[in-house]
């Protein structure tokens, strides 16, 4: 018996969500950001005694302090103070965040905004989709499974191509193993937007100011090599230059944040020692090789992720045994979703949605698609000018999109029909144009990527042009990790959410964020499903520095986990930070764990996925 029986919770939280930030007008503070603690920068707890790490909270912004020291939200782009050239005499130098979304806010919170968002436009979203209904498979827009499988297909094994495989409905099985044809990651590349340096040429502590001598953006096929004295702006995706070995948020250094759409043309940039490297390595997630299912495992939108990511191309795969048993087909099972309903807000006061929806004259659910289910119309749009299509070559810098597959196939395993659009460039007239043909046909746009820091991240471009059609932007945090940048907004009336492009942070959100968001759009009402689930032991919990120590003091973190018999247990993967596309693989929930971390017998809140 598990320790603890699952039981619903009214919502999805941080177990502990007076931790973390709570309103609107929260500052986003990083590590390097915060003003020192008065111990001098201990942690505090106990079991932490690294001089680097900071406490779990954020302290509020300094006032009339010293500039360099101001980490006040709105600095201008230019440092108001100019830093010396010379610093030897300086002693420790912070630079401070200059974020361009100064706020975060809770995951129920952020649930809340999307899902009143959805009501609000609901009824018009609803009659759309009615006027569409058999029209919308003749705009080519519509992504749909080849019907192997569907409805009673073969029970022989066949060859699936990847996107075909994620729009499968439940039931099939593998029917081979599935390996890893290339690594994951593919080269060495940034994991943040600043600038690539080597640590041998950065004194300790201390600021140092070097010769900008180039950028590299994400799907360059590379830079020249990185000389002493030398930084390369440097955008998250984008292969590290050689001679470079760590990445320095552009937050953290003088110049502050990049200019959304335009090259920079600063010569020299001060900083620091970075305290992490912020570097992905080539296969550190997957090496070539691995196996990452087995034979008569399910076909799932982490295994659809990864097995894209690692440029499998399709999958053998045969239907389950139909008998009834555990894993057996369900006719129609596509139509039964998991269960995950908007149904209360924070306070535990009846969503304003759920009313609407229970009120018999409300507006009804997205119309019929012949199987007598509501599937609304998901746009699933991937950004990046790195991406390449599945299945191909990806040459120098690129990099598969994974994203849209995966994205899909959540999308389509919680009850939508997903209308992919898989690596449109960091071009904002080209997302435009791809948003404007979508939006006619869909009842939510779903974006992944080019929505944090990066002087080229094109959704972030898009929705804080002055007078474009994008309306309602919110480019709010969320208090999460993986998974912080967000945004939201509406297109022409189709509400859309902005998720990060890490494709972790995807998969996360997605399950966050957008099953509410489709369940509201079914018309579906109650809660979504969550678990507690005790942690058996301390192991995985915290971070590598300890319990809680090191880590994003407000950010819930979530993490993959599998489920044993005595309660959940990390899934593996950790070596790379919570970014691990294998971790998902062995997972069969999500567990919030709040910002201090979670000890032996703990109980958490867990996403089934
Ligand atoms: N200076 C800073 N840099 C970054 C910050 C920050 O706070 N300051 N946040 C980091 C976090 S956290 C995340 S998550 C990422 C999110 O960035 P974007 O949403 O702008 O995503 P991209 O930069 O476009 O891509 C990130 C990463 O994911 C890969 N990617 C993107 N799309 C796909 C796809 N469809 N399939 C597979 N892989 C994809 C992309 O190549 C990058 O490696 O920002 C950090 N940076
Ligand atoms: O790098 Mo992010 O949101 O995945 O934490």
Known sequence: MPRSAPRPLPRWSSSSPARASSGPSAVVVTERSRPPAPDGGRCGRTSCSLTRCRPGRASPPRRGGDARNDPGPH?????????????????PVRFHAVSSTPS??????????????????????????????????????????????VDGGPSAPAWLPL???????????????????????????????????????????????LTVAGAVRAGDPGPAVLGPGEAVRIMTGAPLPPGADAVVPVEATSTGRFAPGRDGTEATVTLTRPHKANVRRRGEDVAVGVVLARRGDAVTPALIAAAAA?????????????????GAARPGAGSSPASCRPGTTESGAAHPLASD??????????????????????????????????????????????????????????????????????????????????????????TTGGVSAGAWDVVREVLTAPGGPAADVDLTGVAMR??????????????????PGTPVAAFAATYLFVRPALAALRGETGPCSALLAVAPDAVGWGTAHGRG????????????????????????????????????????????????????????EVVPL
């Open 357 to 446: 929806t229970h009120a018999p004259d409300g507006p009804p659910a997205v119309p019929t698609r012949g199987t007598g289910t509501p599937r609304p119309y998901i746009a699933v749009v991937s950004t990046g000018s790195e991406l390449r299509p599945w299945g191909g070559s990806v040459g120098p810098g690129g990099v598969v999109d994974s994203n849209s597959l995966m994205v899909g196939a959540i999308v389509r395993a919680a009850g939508g029909e997903p209308v992919r659009r898989g690596g449109v460039p960091d071009d904002a007239a080209a997302l435009r144009a791809v948003l404007d043909k979508l939006a006619g046909d869909v009842d939510l746009i779903v």
């Open 104 to 149: 975060v806010r809770t995951i129920d919170e952020h649930v809340a905004t999307l899902l009143a968002r959805i009501a609000a436009v609901r009824g018009a979203a609803v009659r759309g989709a009615a006027v569409r209904g058999a029209a919308g498979r003749g705009t080519g827009n519509h992504v749909h499974s080849s019907g192997a499988f």
């Open 549 to 604: 120590c090191g880590s994003p003091g407000m950010f819930t973190r979530v993490v993959p986990v599998r489920t044993t018999v005595d309660g959940v247990v990390p899934a593996s993967g950790a070596a790379t930070g919570g970014h691990a596309l294998s971790a998902l693989l062995g997972a069969d929930g999500l567990a919030l764990v709040p910002a201090d971390g979670a000890g032996p017998g703990d109980l958490l």
């Open 310 to 326: 690692s440029r499998v191309g399709g999958l053998r795969v045969a239907r389950r045994p139909a008998a009834g048993g555990p």
């Open 163 to 209: 996107d075909d495989a994620a729009l499968a409905e439940p039931g099939i099985a593998l029917a081979d193993d599935v390996v890893a044809v290339a690594p994951v990651p593919g080269f060495d590349h940034a994991a943040v937007d600043g600038y690539a340096v080597r640590l041998a040429g950065l004194p300790d502590d201390q600021a140092v100011t």
């Open 482 to 499: 993986p998974g912080r940048p967000q945004g939201l907004a509406t297109w022409r009336g189709v509400p859309w959410v902005a998720l």
């Open 75 to 91: 600095r201008s782009t230019t440092p108001a103070v100019s830093i010396p050239p010379r610093t030897r005499d300086l002693g």
